[in-house]
Nanobody, 121 residues
Framework: QVQLVESGGGLVQSGGSLRLSCAAS????????MAWYRQAPGKQRELVAR???????NYADSVKGRFTISRDNAKNTVFLQMNSLKPEDTAVYYC???????????????WGQGTQVTVSS
């Protein structure tokens, strides 16, 4: 089993910053990719940013230039630095990890419990 524990959400004014963290623990051989998704009320969950074990990243167009994803492979932790926040960034943010149990196993998807980010105007 693998657990993802998120932290760092909260309430911030428009233009402010927040930093989210997500630590993975459990039966982990490697984590080929980690990502952040978000879901606003009445909307589908969407990809915000993804990073692989080689530190290659990709971002949703709506956050490019404002958000930065990074990871600490030794600690199985992924971060999301969010700057210049806007009210439309308000959502529950979910951590996602593709986890391999061994060198031969496929990667399985795991999700964190979600952390609320609210940006006031």
């Amino acid at each position: 089993q693998v657990q993802l524990v998120e932290s760092g959400g909260g309430l911030v004014q428009s233009g402010g910053s927040l930093r989210l963290s997500c630590a993975a623990s459990g039966s982990i051989f490697s984590i080929p990719a980690m990502a952040w998704y978000r879901q606003a009320p009445g909307k589908q969950r969407e990809l915000v940013a993804r990073i692989n074990s080689g530190a290659e990243t990709n971002y949703a167009d709506s956050v490019k230039g404002r958000f930065t994803i990074s990871r600490d492979n030794a600690k199985n932790t992924v971060f999301l630095q969010m700057n210049s926040l806007k009210p439309e960034d308000t959502a529950v943010y979910y951590c996602n990890a593709h986890v391999r149990y061994s060198i031969q196993s496929p990667a399985y998807d795991y999700w964190g419990q979600g952390t609320q980010v609210t940006v006031s105007s």
